[in-house]
């Protein structure tokens, strides 16, 4: 199965492509709280990856740090699950993909922390905190749009529908990770249980279940979401601020 | 050296400078730091200025690190950090309880008159650290660096 190389890299690349779909809702939330809130969560995200895109290129021990890895990668290289590559959609689909995102990383991030290995156990630390906020904002927002009028009621319902096959690659069995995923599905299910039945949505039956983004093999919307985030650093090698 | 986003408080007070240890026998200065959020967008400037004063002060080679456990959080600001975000209307963080010991949430109390009516607006602020409120009582909106 993976080494610690390839499960480092998916969590990063994981964090690296939440933060940069969230960082497209900048000047365009519903409204200016939510876009000052959306901003900094995909803050948290990059400054998750950062830390761990860093530890990949240690451990990969090839030379490569965090700018390369994140700015000259193709599609195929990336180790991202699915779920955080899909377009934002409406509001909905986006807090849906939010709050699925948060209820699996507090728990992995949690795990972590007792993990053997000493610099994912300080990752883990720093960011389960942050991703405990970012739990609470996407729960909030299910209920109150699950919970709401008759209009965002049905649009919530069918953002969570559109994004729950997505879900069932984070859970995937790697048992030689330094967390193996699989472990980390009651604490999700409890999770999204509670949160959906007080937000009146219903859960939904789980059958198809597309994967493929931690081997490489991912969505047309990958290498768009790349275009646009690399060709800065690819036109111009080494830039800085 | 105060913080560069909140320029009330020193980065000594904010509980983000860990260290300052001078080798014996070369006099290089390191200064171990740590980040309040993992994306704190200050920490390049945090690093410059840190560099800066050294340099001014007859240490152009200081070394400036950056470690990340133990986690800061909020318990890491002063008690003298908290009394000048508050004189600066930043309503303070709570203290964070101990592991395992669920926190009770408490009011948070008005920065500008004091009051415990108050509500939050928005989770998320002008910083990763802060989030937005405002006072019932005397209807001022103010900043309240959360509890992490």
């Given at each position: 199965?993976?080494?610690?190389?390839?499960?480092?890299?998916?969590?990063?690349?994981?964090?690296?492509?939440?933060?940069?779909?969230?960082?497209?809702?900048?000047?365009?939330?519903?409204?200016?709280?939510?876009?000052?809130?959306?901003?900094?969560?995909?803050?948290?995200?990059?400054?998750?990856?950062?830390?761990?895109?860093?530890?990949?290129?240690?451990?990969?021990?090839?030379?490569?740090?965090?700018?390369?890895?994140?700015?000259?990668r193709?599609?195929?290289e990336?180790?991202?699950?699915?779920?955080?590559?899909?377009?934002?959609?409406?509001?909905?689909?986006?807090?849906?993909?939010?709050?699925?995102?948060?209820?699996?990383?507090?728990?992995?991030?949690?795990?972590?922390?007792?993990?053997?290995?000493?610099?994912?156990?300080?990752?883990?630390?720093?960011?389960?905190?942050?991703?405990?906020?970012?739990l609470d904002?996407?729960?909030?927002?299910?209920?109150?749009?699950?919970?709401?009028?008759?209009?965002?009621?049905?649009?919530?319902?069918?953002?969570?529908?559109?994004?729950w096959?997505?879900?069932?690659?984070?859970?995937?069995a790697?048992?030689?990770?330094?967390?193996?995923?699989?472990?980390?599905?009651?604490?999700?299910?409890?999770?999204?249980?509670?949160?959906?039945?007080?937000?009146?949505?219903?859960?939904?039956?789980?059958?198809?279940?597309?994967?493929?983004?931690?081997?490489?093999?991912?969505?047309?919307?990958?290498?768009?979401?790349?275009?646009?985030?690399?060709?800065?650093?690819r036109?111009?090698?080494?830039?800085?601020? | 050296?105060?913080?560069?986003?909140?320029?009330?408080?020193?980065?000594?007070?904010?509980?983000?400078?860990?260290?300052?240890?001078?080798?014996?026998?070369?006099?290089?200065?390191?200064?171990?730091?740590?980040?309040?959020?993992?994306?704190?967008?200050?920490?390049?400037?945090?690093?410059?200025?840190?560099?800066?004063?050294?340099?001014?002060?007859?240490?152009?080679?200081?070394?400036?690190?950056?470690?990340?456990?133990?986690?800061?959080?909020?318990?890491?600001?002063?008690?003298?950090?908290?009394?000048?975000?508050?004189?600066?209307?930043?309503?303070?963080?709570?203290?964070v309880?101990?592991?395992?010991?669920?926190?009770?949430?408490?009011?948070?109390?008005?920065?500008?008159?004091?009051?415990?009516?108050?509500?939050?607006?928005?989770?998320?602020?002008?910083?990763?650290?802060?989030?937005?409120?405002?006072?019932?009582?005397?209807?001022?909106?103010?900043?309240?660096?959360?509890?992490?």
């Amino acid at each position: 199965m993976n080494g610690p190389f390839d499960f480092t890299l998916g969590l990063a690349d994981d964090a690296l492509i939440a933060a940069q779909r969230l960082a497209e809702w900048t000047t365009r939330a519903p409204e200016m709280e939510e876009d000052i809130a959306l901003a900094n969560i995909a803050l948290d995200q990059l400054g998750a990856a950062r830390l761990l895109l860093s530890y990949a290129g240690e451990l990969e021990g090839a030379g490569r740090d965090e700018d390369a890895l994140a700015y000259l990668r193709d599609d195929r290289e990336f180790r991202n699950a699915l779920l955080v590559e899909l377009p934002n959609g409406d509001f909905a689909v986006t807090m849906a993909k939010l709050f699925f995102l948060a209820a699996y990383q507090v728990p992995l991030y949690t795990a972590l922390v007792d993990c053997a290995d000493e610099r994912l156990a300080a990752i883990g630390a720093k960011a389960r905190k942050e991703s405990a906020y970012h739990l609470d904002h996407g729960a909030l927002w299910l209920k109150r749009l699950g919970d709401g009028t008759e209009e965002s009621h049905r649009r919530m319902q069918a953002a969570v529908d559109q994004v729950w096959p997505y879900t069932h690659e984070l859970f995937i069995a790697d048992p030689a990770a330094p967390v193996d995923p699989a472990t980390l599905r009651p604490a999700f299910d409890q999770t999204v249980g509670a949160v959906l039945a007080e937000a009146t949505l219903n859960r939904p039956e789980s059958g198809w279940a597309p994967g493929g983004g931690r081997t490489g093999v991912h969505t047309e919307h990958l290498a768009y979401l790349l275009a646009e985030m690399q060709v800065l650093h690819r036109a111009h090698p080494g830039a800085q601020w | 050296m105060v913080d560069p986003e909140i320029r009330v408080v020193t980065i000594d007070e904010l509980g983000i400078l860990r260290a300052v240890e001078e080798d014996p026998a070369s006099g290089r200065v390191t200064v171990t730091i740590t980040p309040t959020y993992t994306g704190c967008p200050a920490m390049d400037v945090i690093r410059a200025d840190i560099r800066r004063a050294l340099a001014a002060a007859g240490h152009p080679d200081a070394e400036v690190e950056t470690v990340y456990s133990p986690p800061w959080s909020t318990d890491w600001i002063s008690e003298a950090g908290r009394a000048k975000l508050a004189a600066a209307g930043i309503a303070p963080p709570a203290r964070v309880s101990a592991p395992g010991v669920v926190a009770l949430t408490l009011a948070v109390r008005c920065p500008l008159c004091g009051s415990p009516e108050t509500e939050q607006v928005s989770r998320f602020g002008s910083t990763a650290c802060k989030a937005l409120w405002r006072c019932r009582s005397c209807s001022e909106p103010f900043d309240h660096l959360k509890a992490l």
